[in-house]
């Protein structure tokens, strides 16, 4: 999955958000916040366009040390070709942030000025790919042939 | 900021952790979620804000929980990085 920095410098996702299942989607795009502990942040406003319903309430701690009762709210998001269920936390700020709750699991890399993306070892054994460096390709690993690996 | 209902909610929630979860959940389940359900008094645990109110609300479909983080003075932080 792979988002962009902004000229501010702050890593940008896309994410597709919907209230239930069948419901149309929604592109939203929220900052990743690692000061956030809890998956994603919506301002409100927003939440009442997506026609997300409460699901629970929390207590957040804001970045003035105040502590405030907050509603959460259920919909579902597209993450890393999956759909999953996600408590939203609804607040007055101006942007949707995604947090640490989200992160688990996964690994984050934050590259300010690269255009292109880059395709590490991990993504090339999970597409079952191998790199031919006698003519710089990609092909598909022979079912039968045996990786073999230096470490 | 919330709804009166809200803050009720988290009222009642608080009063019962600090009553009877507390002691028990920061020894075995320090920084886990935990939603609790004030009516029945049920509560449920998860490693996510999103595990610990989805365990709830399946349990209650038609009730409210309010979630916490076990040993933690707020349940999520947002812009702060001290516990």
């Given at each position: 999955m792979n988002g962009e920095v902004d000229n501010s410098g702050r890593a940008l996702v896309v994410l597709r958000v919907r209230p239930s299942v069948g419901a149309d989607a929604t592109q939203v795009t929220a900052w990743v916040d690692t000061a956030f502990t809890g998956e994603l942040v919506i301002p409100r406003g927003t939440i009442e366009r997506l026609g997300l319903r409460q699901s629970a309430a929390v207590m957040a701690g804001l970045?003035?040390?105040t502590r405030v009762v907050l509603e959460t709210y259920s919909c579902i998001v597209q993450w890393f070709g999956?759909?999953?269920?996600?408590?939203?936390?609804g607040n007055d700020g101006q942007f949707p942030l995604?947090?640490?709750g989200m992160l688990r699991d996964r690994r984050l890399e934050i590259e300010p000025g690269r255009p292109d993306a880059l395709i590490g070892a991990i993504v090339l054994e999970e597409l079952d790919l191998v790199v031919d460096c006698t003519?710089?390709?990609l092909r598909p690993r022979e079912a039968?042939?045996?990786?073999?690996e230096i470490e | 900021m919330a709804s009166k209902q809200s803050t009720e909610l988290a009222s009642r929630a608080i009063a019962i952790y600090e009553q009877k979860l507390r002691s028990r959940l920061e020894s075995t389940n320090p920084d886990d979620f935990v939603a609790i359900?004030?009516?029945s008094g049920d509560f449920f645990l998860?490693?996510?804000?999103?595990?610990?109110i989805q365990a709830a609300?399946?349990?209650h479909p038609a009730r409210l929980p309010f979630a916490l983080r076990v040993g933690h003075k707020s349940t999520v932080e947002i812009g702060v990085t001290t516990p």
């Open positions: 970045a003035d040390g999956h759909e999953r269920i996600v408590e939203v936390v995604l947090g640490v003519t710089q390709t039968d042939s045996i990786l073999t | 359900e004030p009516q998860g490693k996510t804000l999103s595990e610990a609300r399946t349990a």
